[in-house]
């Protein structure tokens, strides 16, 4: 009726992954459950997009001991260690096939904090914007294989628009 064709479902922590099953609550979504949905909002030609925080808003995650170790922050992940994108790589794996949605938001925004932690040397030598660029290439590079469009909140690129030029060209920027 009112032509919102696209609905999207906030995952940071509620998506039940096989690899990391600590994570989202016992009531969390599944993949099964998304198929179920995905089937119901067909009819109806709504599509649904995969989301999963890849950089900030991840203080539920990150208040588990076990993950202190790519924390930046107690909410943001760290662009400094190689086991932020070790653990990217696992949720994606099972999370972003999950979606048969061509677009999928890898969400960071609000990444406030960035160089206040284990990247603060790379912020030093390599500037703010670049490293936040740097991740999201990261990322961006961890998806290519899904063949996904990807989105992102477009907070933090513009308020700094050297970051802009730097992020892949395929990318969306959404306001919000």
């Not at 999963?52 to 992940?77: I, N, V």
Request: glycine letters at 6%.
């Amino acid at each position: 009726k009112y032509k919102l064709n696209y609905f999207t479902l906030y995952t940071e922590n509620v998506f039940k992954l096989k690899d990391f099953d600590d994570l989202a609550p016992q009531d969390g979504i599944t993949a099964a459950q998304v198929k179920e949905l995905e089937k119901y909002a067909a009819p109806y030609h709504i599509q649904l997009i995969g989301n999963f925080q890849s950089f900030g808003h991840m203080y539920k995650t990150l208040s588990d001991p076990f993950y202190y170790k790519m924390r930046e922050t107690e909410d943001l992940l760290s662009p400094a260690v190689p086991e932020t994108y070790q653990f990217l790589s696992k949720v994606y794996s099972e999370l972003v096939p999950a979606y048969p949605s061509k677009f999928f938001n890898i969400n960071c925004d609000e990444t406030f904090d960035l160089g206040m932690g284990k990247s603060k040397a790379m912020v030093d030598s390599m500037g703010l914007g670049a490293v936040y660029a740097y991740h999201i290439t990261r990322v961006y590079d961890l998806l290519k294989p899904y063949h996904k469009r990807l989105m992102m909140w477009g907070d933090i690129a513009d308020g700094d628009t050297s970051i802009l030029g730097e992020l892949p060209k395929k990318m969306i920027l959404m306001p919000w």
